[in-house]
Protein backbone atom coordinates (compact mmCIF):
# COMPACT_ATOMS: atom_id res chain seq x y z
CA UNK A 1 0.00 0.00 0.00
CA UNK A 2 1.32 3.37 -1.12
CA UNK A 3 1.86 6.32 1.77
CA UNK A 4 1.73 10.31 1.33
CA UNK A 5 3.20 10.46 4.68
CA UNK A 6 5.61 8.82 6.73
CA UNK A 7 7.83 8.95 10.01
CA UNK A 8 12.10 8.83 9.42
CA UNK A 9 15.14 9.07 10.59
CA UNK A 10 16.97 11.72 8.79
CA UNK A 11 20.88 13.27 9.28
CA UNK A 12 20.84 16.49 8.19
CA UNK A 13 23.98 18.90 8.02
CA UNK A 14 24.63 21.33 11.04
CA UNK A 15 22.76 24.36 10.32
CA UNK A 16 19.46 22.90 9.32
CA UNK A 17 16.95 24.46 11.64
CA UNK A 18 13.92 22.89 12.97
CA UNK A 19 11.43 24.45 11.09
CA UNK A 20 9.34 22.84 8.38
CA UNK A 21 11.71 22.76 5.43
CA UNK A 22 10.65 21.93 1.63
CA UNK A 23 13.15 19.48 0.07
CA UNK A 24 13.73 16.68 -2.45
CA UNK A 25 13.49 12.90 -1.61
CA UNK A 26 15.73 10.52 -4.03
CA UNK A 27 14.14 7.26 -3.16
CA UNK A 28 14.29 3.85 -5.69
CA UNK A 29 15.29 5.59 -8.65
CA UNK A 30 12.47 8.77 -8.15
CA UNK A 31 12.49 12.15 -7.39
CA UNK A 32 9.48 13.60 -5.15
CA UNK A 33 8.94 16.77 -3.94
CA UNK A 34 8.69 16.62 -0.12
CA UNK A 35 8.20 18.42 3.24
CA UNK A 36 9.92 17.62 6.43
CA UNK A 37 8.27 18.72 9.53
CA UNK A 38 10.90 18.17 12.16
CA UNK A 39 9.86 16.15 15.74
CA UNK A 40 12.88 17.68 17.79
CA UNK A 41 15.21 20.22 17.33
CA UNK A 42 18.64 19.66 14.81
CA UNK A 43 21.70 19.57 17.28
CA UNK A 44 25.18 19.92 16.74
CA UNK A 45 26.04 17.06 18.28
CA UNK A 46 23.33 14.77 17.23
CA UNK A 47 22.52 15.50 13.20
CA UNK A 48 20.10 12.71 13.18
CA UNK A 49 16.56 13.78 13.85
CA UNK A 50 13.47 12.16 13.73
CA UNK A 51 10.84 13.87 11.06
CA UNK A 52 7.47 13.32 9.40
CA UNK A 53 7.29 13.17 5.87
CA UNK A 54 5.13 15.00 3.83
CA UNK A 55 5.31 13.60 -0.28
CA UNK A 56 3.67 15.42 -2.87
CA UNK A 57 2.69 11.79 -4.79
CA UNK A 58 2.21 8.30 -2.93
CA UNK A 59 5.13 5.92 -3.10
CA UNK A 60 5.16 2.22 -2.05
CA UNK A 61 7.71 2.90 0.90
CA UNK A 62 8.44 -0.09 3.80
CA UNK A 63 9.87 -0.22 7.32
CA UNK A 64 13.96 0.65 6.83
CA UNK A 65 13.74 2.17 3.11
CA UNK A 66 16.89 4.04 2.34
CA UNK A 67 16.66 7.63 0.98
CA UNK A 68 18.54 10.65 0.11
CA UNK A 69 17.65 14.23 0.80
CA UNK A 70 18.09 16.78 -1.95
CA UNK A 71 18.01 20.59 -2.09
CA UNK A 72 16.25 22.72 -4.48
CA UNK A 73 17.69 23.35 -7.92
CA UNK A 74 21.40 21.71 -8.60
CA UNK A 75 21.50 22.01 -4.28
CA UNK A 76 23.64 19.13 -3.57
CA UNK A 77 22.63 16.47 -1.16
CA UNK A 78 21.26 17.56 2.25
CA UNK A 79 21.33 14.14 3.90
CA UNK A 80 20.11 11.19 3.93
CA UNK A 81 17.84 9.00 5.80
CA UNK A 82 15.55 5.63 6.28
CA UNK A 83 12.00 4.98 6.71
CA UNK A 84 10.65 4.22 10.20
CA UNK A 85 7.17 4.14 10.16
CA UNK A 86 5.49 3.98 6.67
CA UNK A 87 2.33 5.55 7.80
CA UNK A 88 2.38 8.26 10.37
CA UNK A 89 -0.36 10.24 11.69
CA UNK A 90 -0.04 13.48 12.80
CA UNK A 91 0.29 14.06 16.51
CA UNK A 92 -0.38 16.93 19.49
CA UNK A 93 2.73 18.92 20.82
CA UNK A 94 2.20 16.45 24.35
CA UNK A 95 2.67 13.08 22.45
CA UNK A 96 5.60 14.15 20.53
CA UNK A 97 7.95 12.40 23.36
CA UNK A 98 6.04 9.00 23.19
CA UNK A 99 6.03 9.79 19.69
CA UNK A 100 9.66 9.85 19.27
CA UNK A 101 10.04 6.79 21.74
CA UNK A 102 7.65 4.95 19.82
CA UNK A 103 10.40 5.93 16.37
CA UNK A 104 13.61 5.16 18.11
CA UNK A 105 12.74 1.20 19.24
CA UNK A 106 11.75 1.55 15.24
CA UNK A 107 15.49 1.83 14.56
CA UNK A 108 16.37 -2.09 16.48
CA UNK A 109 16.31 -5.09 14.86
CA UNK A 110 13.36 -7.21 13.17
CA UNK A 111 12.52 -8.60 16.42
CA UNK A 112 12.17 -5.05 17.99
CA UNK A 113 10.41 -3.84 15.54
CA UNK A 114 7.72 -6.49 15.28
CA UNK A 115 7.70 -5.91 19.43
CA UNK A 116 6.98 -2.15 19.08
CA UNK A 117 4.44 -2.52 16.71
CA UNK A 118 2.28 -5.08 18.30
CA UNK A 119 2.43 -2.84 21.64
CA UNK A 120 1.77 0.52 19.76
CA UNK A 121 -1.82 -1.22 18.77
CA UNK A 122 -2.66 -1.63 22.00
CA UNK A 123 -6.02 -4.07 22.75
CA UNK A 124 -7.24 -4.16 19.32
CA UNK A 125 -4.26 -6.41 18.04
CA UNK A 126 -2.17 -6.68 15.29
CA UNK A 127 -3.12 -8.07 12.44
CA UNK A 128 -0.76 -10.13 9.47
CA UNK A 129 -1.85 -7.38 6.76
CA UNK A 130 -1.05 -4.83 9.31
CA UNK A 131 3.02 -6.12 9.16
CA UNK A 132 3.03 -7.03 5.63
CA UNK A 133 1.95 -3.51 4.76
CA UNK A 134 4.47 -2.26 7.51
CA UNK A 135 7.64 -4.20 6.41
CA UNK A 136 9.26 -6.11 3.49
CA UNK A 137 10.22 -9.48 5.88
CA UNK A 138 8.32 -12.56 4.45
CA UNK A 139 5.67 -14.61 6.40
CA UNK A 140 8.34 -17.30 7.70
CA UNK A 141 10.44 -14.96 8.77
CA UNK A 142 7.58 -12.64 10.90
CA UNK A 143 6.08 -16.17 12.12
CA UNK A 144 9.38 -17.20 13.50
CA UNK A 145 9.87 -13.94 15.22
CA UNK A 146 6.75 -13.82 16.99
CA UNK A 147 7.15 -17.47 18.16
CA UNK A 148 10.40 -15.91 20.19
CA UNK A 149 8.44 -13.13 21.03
CA UNK A 150 6.10 -15.75 22.65
CA UNK A 151 8.58 -18.04 24.05
CA UNK A 152 10.16 -15.07 25.62
CA UNK A 153 6.53 -13.84 27.21
CA UNK A 154 6.22 -10.64 25.38
CA UNK A 155 3.23 -11.68 22.85
CA UNK A 156 0.49 -14.03 22.58
CA UNK A 157 -0.22 -14.98 19.17
CA UNK A 158 -4.18 -15.60 18.81
CA UNK A 159 -4.03 -17.27 15.33
CA UNK A 160 -1.38 -18.35 12.69
CA UNK A 161 -3.31 -18.08 9.72
CA UNK A 162 -3.49 -14.97 9.18
CA UNK A 163 -1.17 -13.54 12.23
CA UNK A 164 -2.94 -12.13 14.80
CA UNK A 165 -1.33 -10.99 17.69
CA UNK A 166 -1.21 -8.97 21.16
CA UNK A 167 1.36 -8.18 23.61
CA UNK A 168 1.36 -9.26 27.18
CA UNK A 169 1.13 -5.77 28.68
CA UNK A 170 -1.87 -4.92 26.51
CA UNK A 171 -3.43 -8.24 28.16
CA UNK A 172 -2.42 -7.67 31.67
CA UNK A 173 -3.86 -4.04 31.05
CA UNK A 174 -7.29 -4.92 29.60
CA UNK A 175 -7.57 -7.63 32.29
CA UNK A 176 -7.37 -5.05 34.82
CA UNK A 177 -9.75 -2.64 32.93
CA UNK A 178 -12.05 -5.89 32.69
CA UNK A 179 -11.95 -6.02 36.40
CA UNK A 180 -12.44 -2.87 37.25
CA UNK A 181 -15.56 -2.25 35.28
CA UNK A 182 -17.28 -5.69 36.47
CA UNK A 183 -16.71 -3.89 40.16
CA UNK A 184 -18.13 -0.71 39.12
CA UNK A 185 -20.97 -2.58 37.86
CA UNK A 186 -22.00 -4.92 40.81
CA UNK A 187 -21.95 -1.84 42.64
CA UNK A 188 -24.14 -0.13 40.46
CA UNK A 189 -26.34 -3.25 39.19
CA UNK A 190 -26.25 -5.55 42.98
CA UNK A 191 -29.68 -6.86 41.63
CA UNK A 192 -28.02 -8.57 38.45
CA UNK A 193 -25.88 -11.73 37.87
CA UNK A 194 -22.97 -9.79 35.84
CA UNK A 195 -22.12 -9.22 32.31
CA UNK A 196 -22.81 -10.69 29.18
CA UNK A 197 -19.52 -11.08 26.47
CA UNK A 198 -21.85 -9.03 24.28
CA UNK A 199 -21.83 -6.04 26.26
CA UNK A 200 -18.18 -6.58 27.43
CA UNK A 201 -17.17 -6.81 23.44
CA UNK A 202 -19.26 -3.71 22.89
CA UNK A 203 -17.88 -1.78 26.15
CA UNK A 204 -14.31 -2.32 25.13
CA UNK A 205 -14.41 -2.62 20.92
CA UNK A 206 -12.81 -5.84 21.10
CA UNK A 207 -11.72 -8.48 18.71
CA UNK A 208 -14.23 -11.91 20.35
CA UNK A 209 -11.02 -13.71 20.10
CA UNK A 210 -9.10 -10.89 22.21
CA UNK A 211 -11.77 -11.12 24.66
CA UNK A 212 -12.09 -14.88 24.88
CA UNK A 213 -7.81 -14.60 25.85
CA UNK A 214 -8.62 -12.03 28.02
CA UNK A 215 -11.88 -13.76 29.36
CA UNK A 216 -9.90 -17.18 29.97
CA UNK A 217 -6.96 -16.24 31.41
CA UNK A 218 -8.80 -14.68 33.89
CA UNK A 219 -11.18 -17.13 34.54
CA UNK A 220 -8.12 -19.27 35.22
CA UNK A 221 -6.42 -16.99 37.97
CA UNK A 222 -9.74 -17.35 39.74
CA UNK A 223 -10.53 -13.90 39.48
CA UNK A 224 -13.93 -14.03 37.32
CA UNK A 225 -16.89 -16.73 37.05
CA UNK A 226 -19.19 -17.49 34.12
CA UNK A 227 -23.00 -18.45 35.02
CA UNK A 228 -25.67 -18.23 32.97
CA UNK A 229 -23.78 -16.36 30.33
CA UNK A 230 -23.32 -13.71 32.78
CA UNK A 231 -19.58 -12.74 33.81
CA UNK A 232 -18.56 -11.47 37.71
CA UNK A 233 -16.32 -10.94 39.98
CA UNK A 234 -15.90 -14.37 41.57
CA UNK A 235 -16.04 -12.83 44.73
CA UNK A 236 -19.47 -11.00 43.92
CA UNK A 237 -23.06 -12.23 45.96
CA UNK A 238 -25.76 -10.98 44.28
CA UNK A 239 -28.06 -8.77 46.86
CA UNK A 240 -31.04 -10.04 48.04
CA UNK A 241 -33.94 -8.63 50.33
CA UNK A 242 -35.32 -10.61 52.89
CA UNK A 243 -38.18 -10.78 51.19
CA UNK A 244 -36.49 -12.13 47.58
CA UNK A 245 -34.60 -14.49 50.15
CA UNK A 246 -37.83 -15.71 51.24
CA UNK A 247 -39.44 -15.89 47.42
CA UNK A 248 -36.05 -17.84 46.76
CA UNK A 249 -37.32 -20.32 49.34
CA UNK A 250 -40.54 -20.95 47.79
CA UNK A 251 -38.99 -21.51 45.13
CA UNK A 252 -36.93 -24.36 45.81
CA UNK A 253 -40.10 -25.97 47.63
CA UNK A 254 -42.12 -25.45 44.26
CA UNK A 255 -38.92 -27.27 42.70
CA UNK A 256 -38.84 -29.50 45.23
CA UNK A 257 -42.39 -30.82 45.07
CA UNK A 258 -42.48 -30.82 41.53
CA UNK A 259 -45.18 -28.65 41.12
CA UNK A 260 -42.63 -26.43 38.93
CA UNK A 261 -44.20 -27.81 35.83
CA UNK A 262 -47.46 -26.48 36.54
CA UNK A 263 -46.71 -22.61 36.31
CA UNK A 264 -45.41 -21.36 33.53
CA UNK A 265 -42.86 -18.72 33.72
CA UNK A 266 -45.36 -15.73 33.18
CA UNK A 267 -47.16 -17.46 36.41
CA UNK A 268 -44.00 -17.38 38.34
CA UNK A 269 -43.77 -14.01 37.57
CA UNK A 270 -47.21 -13.03 38.40
CA UNK A 271 -47.39 -14.79 41.68
CA UNK A 272 -44.41 -13.34 43.24
CA UNK A 273 -44.43 -10.04 40.98
CA UNK A 274 -41.54 -10.12 40.16
CA UNK A 275 -40.43 -8.21 36.43
CA UNK A 276 -38.64 -11.11 33.72
CA UNK A 277 -35.11 -10.21 34.61
CA UNK A 278 -35.69 -10.02 38.50
CA UNK A 279 -37.12 -13.67 38.61
CA UNK A 280 -34.65 -15.28 35.45
CA UNK A 281 -31.79 -13.83 38.04
CA UNK A 282 -33.22 -15.68 41.21
CA UNK A 283 -33.95 -18.78 39.01
CA UNK A 284 -30.00 -18.40 38.16
CA UNK A 285 -29.41 -18.25 41.41
CA UNK A 286 -30.60 -21.36 42.75
CA UNK A 287 -29.13 -23.37 39.39
CA UNK A 288 -25.86 -21.29 40.64
CA UNK A 289 -26.19 -22.14 44.77
CA UNK A 290 -26.86 -26.20 43.32
CA UNK A 291 -30.23 -26.38 44.38
CA UNK A 292 -31.71 -27.16 41.17
CA UNK A 293 -30.41 -28.06 37.64
CA UNK A 294 -31.99 -26.47 34.28
CA UNK A 295 -31.71 -27.79 30.76
CA UNK A 296 -31.01 -26.08 27.42
CA UNK A 297 -35.17 -26.03 27.21
CA UNK A 298 -35.73 -24.32 30.31
CA UNK A 299 -36.65 -27.71 32.24
CA UNK A 300 -36.12 -27.51 35.95
CA UNK A 301 -35.01 -29.77 38.39
CA UNK A 302 -34.48 -29.57 42.24
CA UNK A 303 -30.85 -31.66 42.57
CA UNK A 304 -32.12 -34.02 44.56
CA UNK A 305 -34.78 -34.94 42.99
CA UNK A 306 -32.50 -35.34 39.93
CA UNK A 307 -30.03 -37.40 42.03
CA UNK A 308 -32.88 -39.57 43.24
CA UNK A 309 -33.62 -40.55 39.10
CA UNK A 310 -30.01 -41.34 38.62
CA UNK A 311 -29.72 -43.24 41.49
CA UNK A 312 -32.83 -45.29 40.17
CA UNK A 313 -31.15 -45.60 36.45
CA UNK A 314 -28.26 -47.14 38.38
CA UNK A 315 -30.16 -49.57 40.51
CA UNK A 316 -32.09 -50.96 37.58
CA UNK A 317 -28.63 -52.69 36.76
CA UNK A 318 -29.70 -51.77 32.59
CA UNK A 319 -27.65 -51.04 29.84
CA UNK A 320 -29.90 -49.57 27.97
CA UNK A 321 -33.08 -47.47 28.59
CA UNK A 322 -36.06 -46.64 26.42
CA UNK A 323 -38.65 -43.79 26.99
CA UNK A 324 -41.09 -46.15 27.97
CA UNK A 325 -39.02 -47.70 30.61
CA UNK A 326 -37.57 -44.20 31.76
CA UNK A 327 -41.69 -42.80 32.03
CA UNK A 328 -42.22 -46.33 33.78
CA UNK A 329 -39.46 -45.32 36.23
CA UNK A 330 -40.13 -41.51 37.27
CA UNK A 331 -43.71 -41.55 36.80
CA UNK A 332 -43.38 -38.67 34.19
CA UNK A 333 -45.18 -37.77 30.86
CA UNK A 334 -43.88 -37.80 27.52
CA UNK A 335 -43.74 -34.17 27.11
CA UNK A 336 -41.34 -33.76 30.31
CA UNK A 337 -39.09 -37.26 30.19
CA UNK A 338 -38.01 -36.53 26.49
CA UNK A 339 -36.55 -32.86 28.25
CA UNK A 340 -35.25 -34.97 31.48
CA UNK A 341 -33.50 -37.43 28.94
CA UNK A 342 -31.78 -34.70 26.99
CA UNK A 343 -30.58 -33.38 30.26
CA UNK A 344 -29.05 -36.68 31.57
CA UNK A 345 -27.72 -37.02 27.68
CA UNK A 346 -25.72 -33.47 28.76
CA UNK A 347 -24.70 -34.61 31.93
CA UNK A 348 -23.53 -37.87 30.46
CA UNK A 349 -25.48 -40.11 32.70
CA UNK A 350 -27.04 -41.41 28.80
CA UNK A 351 -26.28 -41.29 25.53
CA UNK A 352 -28.81 -40.93 22.70
CA UNK A 353 -28.19 -44.31 19.84
CA UNK A 354 -31.29 -43.75 17.64
CA UNK A 355 -34.67 -44.77 19.85
CA UNK A 356 -33.02 -45.86 23.21
CA UNK A 357 -30.19 -44.59 25.82
CA UNK A 358 -26.99 -46.24 26.26
CA UNK A 359 -26.89 -45.87 30.32
CA UNK A 360 -22.99 -44.82 30.69
Same mark, same amino acid.
Given at each position: ??T ?15 K?V ?5 V????V????F ?27 D ?17 VL ?8 RG ?14 DE??M???L ?13 I ?5 L??RI????? +? !? ?6 I =? &?L? /???? $??L @? +? !???D???? =? &??? /???Q $??? @?HP????V ?35 L?L????MT??P ?8 L????F ?15 F ?13 L ?70 R???
Open positions: MKSCFDAEVNFSSGDAEPDLSLLKGEKSASFFYEKVQLEKQAVHVRVHLRHPLLLKWKSFKVQGSGKTPLRGEGRNPFSEKVTKIKKKIAFLERLQGKELLAVQEKGHKGLKERDTQFTSIKIQRLA +Q !ELEAEGK =R &IT /FSPL $FL @S +Q !ESLFLCK =R &ILR /FLA $FHQ @SEQKGSREGLETRFELDPKILSLALKHLSRAGQISESEDKASEFTLTEEEGILNEEALCKGEFRSYSFEDLRQRRLSSKRLDSLLSLVERKKVVQGKDGLILHSKWLDEIISRIEKSRKRELTVADFKEMTGLTRKYAIPLLELLDQMGVTRRKGHIEIL
